[in-house]
């Protein structure tokens, strides 16, 4: 028993470290050795559902969106309760124009962490795609709840009013992206705030 015991021990040590020099290589863009890491743990633990997330995001930076679609499937099929494998499966579906499916995913990542900004950010991003402006807008306050000084959610919150014809209002919030550092909220203030109505 006690030599059992030690062995898995062992295993889940090596595996850990295996996973961990994955990351290391996925953080220096070294992508054909940290797939070679986490394929590695999947050989030895087919319920690892962080080495299978970590494969997918390699794949997803690698644009197999397919595979990465794949990988985030069975990380979610082990563990349901990790809020950022939804979000990163819904920013595939979002590459593909699937903003119905991105907008499931992120709001699955929302119901499991409600502090999740960029899933926030992300769906509003779909729901604009699919100019449901109102929702969206709603998705930029909570962001603004969160995180006061958030400057992309004033940024596009502003974008999207304007697009709903709240003009002063999005005028106010593309300002407001300005003075914390959006230079660019400046352009779309000359072009579309500052026009005769």
């Not at 996973?19 to 290391?24: E, R």
């Not at 030895?44 to 595979?67: I, P, S, W």
């Amino acid at each position: 028993m006690f030599f059992w015991v030690m062995t898995f021990m062992e295993v889940n040590a090596q595996e850990g470290q295996l996973l961990a020099s994955g990351m290391q290589h996925f953080e220096k863009e070294d992508y054909k050795n940290a797939l070679l890491k986490f394929n590695k743990v999947i050989e030895a633990d087919k319920a690892n559902a962080d080495a299978f997330y970590m494969r997918g995001r390699v794949k997803q930076v690698l644009e197999d969106f397919h595979g990465a679609m794949k990988d985030f499937n069975h990380a979610i099929s082990i563990d349901q309760k990790v809020a950022h494998y939804y979000f990163d499966r819904g920013n595939i579906k979002y590459e593909l124009q699937d903003y119905y499916g991105a907008i499931s995913d992120y709001s699955q990542a929302i119901a499991l962490d409600v502090t999740h900004v960029d899933a926030y950010f992300k769906r509003g991003k779909a729901k604009h795609q699919l100019e449901a402006y109102q929702d969206a807008i709603n998705d930029c306050t909570k962001i603004l709840e969160i995180h006061s000084n958030n400057v992309d959610a004033y940024y596009l919150r502003g974008i999207l009013r304007i697009e709903h014809g709240q003009l002063e209002q999005g005028c106010l919030d593309l300002s407001k992206a300005g003075e914390l550092g959006d230079l660019k909220a400046y352009e779309v203030i000359k072009e579309r705030c500052n026009s005769k109505r």
